[in-house]
Nanobody, 124 residues
Framework: QVQLVESGGGLVQAGGSLRLSCAASGNILSINVMGWYRQATGKQRELVATITSGGSTNYADSVKGRFTISRDNAKNTVDLQMNSLKPEDTAVYYC??????????????????WGQGTLVTVSS
């Protein structure tokens, strides 16, 4: 069974930094896009950043210049380096992956998988 496990959330003061990590495990053939989303209390889940297997990145305007997404294709991991954090960055951060899972020998299927979420709290 494919799963994503996140780590690295916590409490930090405004202006500080945190690094989130996410590792995918299971019978994975390939991972196309990996990304981070976040959901603040009372708000919808929103995209933070994504990265393709080729290294192309996409960021929400609100985090450009402050956050950096990176991945290790060999290890099936994705990280999010968050600098200059603001109170409005407070949210539960979710890892996401669009991948192909190997099932029943040579068969495979497309999956969109989410992690369990990790809380980031930025105090003012």
């Amino acid at each position: 069974q494919v799963q994503l496990v996140e780590s690295g959330g916590g409490l930090v003061q405004a202006g500080g930094s945190l690094r989130l990590s996410c590792a995918a495990s299971g019978n994975i053939l390939s991972i196309n896009v990996m990304g981070w989303y976040r959901q603040a209390t009372g708000k919808q889940r929103e995209l933070v950043a994504t990265i393709t297997s080729g290294g192309s990145t996409n960021y929400a305007d609100s985090v450009k210049g402050r956050f950096t997404i990176s991945r290790d294709n060999a290890k099936n991991t994705v990280d999010l380096q968050m600098n200059s954090l603001k109170p409005e960055d407070t949210a539960v951060y979710y890892c996401n992956a669009d991948l192909m899972e190997v099932t029943d020998g040579s068969r495979y299927r497309y999956l969109r998988v989410w992690g369990q979420g990790t809380l980031v709290t930025v105090s003012s």
